[in-house]
């Protein structure tokens, strides 16, 4: 960590330290039950074998923190508003701006005996999968790093929120549960979804346009049993800049997302199955009309040894081409990337300690082989090594 990355984190945790007290007694002092705030700080630690995860973590990494301050007000029993400010640092990815992670107002304006439905509005969570809404919060993250395969660090701005519109609701019935959520979004872009769909951080700008969201959750006997199927479907537009060697043209994204959980009393069993088409159009030569379908998948098992303490276990694969797997027609092609970057395959071991119920400890392990959720811009893909480990530790505070 540089002197300069190291006085900014430095100048946010002596204001978060004065914050903190205040503002865990805020509801209190204020005397008003609804008002909610609430917050939570990580640190994590990086290091491993070969390639950049999260900073220079070849050598040891400790940039990767976040720091979240959240707060909801109920105005009447059926209006809410709520929000959350996050600074995130990871490595070159994120450099620990203060962003807006979500900000809406919450409309519930229909209550039955057996379910409701409501209407949000804002800047709001993308329903994906099982963890995309609470990934940011480590204490509900089931390692320090979410399956890749699903949860892609690299994009994460373009898959954690939308500003628009989202229905959701819920209905309880003697044979289940169903919970569903539908909405119509602009995605949150960065510099790194540049780098993850054009390679690099062009003069001209990739925005994006209406997605359209949607995720149906259907549970059997209280959460034991679990099902889920996500779509999102919209477009990149990109805009050039004068010297930037595409055309004026969009990225279309179909994502598509399968989810099984099983929930025994001390046992965990999770899966999930990912396919992301991406289609070029009127990008220009150097971007042939056309698409390919990414791939994923992961199978997960966690077993609660004590009241406080977690194993966990997981296999995660990513393809970012199905129709070349082994990354043979990518490294003939004729920018010669090593057949490595496409795919990843990833062991890991983690153990959880909830030292108390506001703060805990994780560590875990990874034996990759791959390179495909690496970021271009962290790594040269040209010099990326095929083997690699990884071992991260990371420490969270909530309030």
Not at 137 to 165: H, M, W
Not at 198 to 216: A, I, K, M, T
Not at 279 to 302: H, K, M, S, V, W
Not at 390 to 399: E, N
Request: aromatic share 14%; with cysteine.
């Amino acid at each position: 960590m540089n002197r300069y990355r190291f006085c900014k984190w430095s100048r946010r945790l002596v204001l978060l330290s004065w914050l903190l007290p205040p503002l865990a007694a805020a509801s209190p002092l204020f005397g008003d039950e609804n008002l909610q705030i609430h917050g939570f700080l990580s640190q994590g630690y990086t290091h491993t074998s070969a390639n950049s995860w999260f900073g220079d973590s070849s050598n040891g990494s400790w940039d990767f923190r976040e720091l979240g301050l959240n707060a909801s007000y109920r105005l009447t029993p059926q209006l809410q508003i709520s929000g959350q400010l996050l600074s995130l640092t990871a490595g070159e990815m994120q450099d620990g701006s203060l962003s807006l992670d979500y900000g809406l107002l919450d409309y519930n304006f229909a209550n039955f005996d057996n379910g409701n439905l409501g209407l949000r509005f804002g800047r709001v969570k993308t329903p994906i999968g099982l963890y995309n809404d609470t990934r940011d919060v480590a204490f509900t993250r089931t390692t320090n790093f979410l399956p890749q395969s699903i949860y892609f660090d690299k994009v994460r701005n373009l898959e954690l929120s939308n500003d628009g519109f989202q229905i959701y609701g819920d209905l309880l019935t003697d044979w289940g549960d169903l919970l569903f959520q539908a909405g119509m979004g602009k995605p949150v872009t960065d510099e790194n979804v540049e780098y993850a769909y054009l390679g690099n951080d062009w003069q001209g700008e990739l925005s994006g346009d209406l997605f359209f969201l949607g995720r149906v959750i259907y549970e059997l006997e209280g959460g034991r049993i679990r099902l889920s199927a996500t779509i999102a479907d919209g477009d990149l537009d990109f805009e050039p800049g004068p010297t930037d060697p595409f055309s004026n043209g969009t990225i279309g994204i179909q994502l598509r997302v399968l989810s099984f959980q099983y929930n025994a009393e001390a046992w965990h069993f999770t899966t999930e199955y990912m396919q992301e088409d991406v289609i070029n159009r009127d990008l220009g030569a150097f971007r042939p009309d056309g698409d390919n379908t990414a791939e994923g998948y992961y199978l997960q098992l966690a077993h609660d040894l004590f009241s406080d303490w977690e194993i966990i276990a997981r296999y995660d694969v990513s393809y970012l081409d199905r129709n070349d797997r082994d990354g043979t027609r990518q490294e003939a092609g004729p920018f010669g990337i090593p057949a490595h970057n496409m795919f990843a395959k990833d062991w890991t071991l983690g153990l959880r300690w909830d030292i108390t119920p506001a703060f805990m400890v994780r560590g875990e392990y990874h034996w990759v082989d791959g390179t495909a959720w690496l970021s271009s811009r962290e790594n040269n893909l040209l010099q990326t090594e095929r083997h690699w480990q990884m071992f991260s530790l990371l420490a969270s505070y909530r309030f």
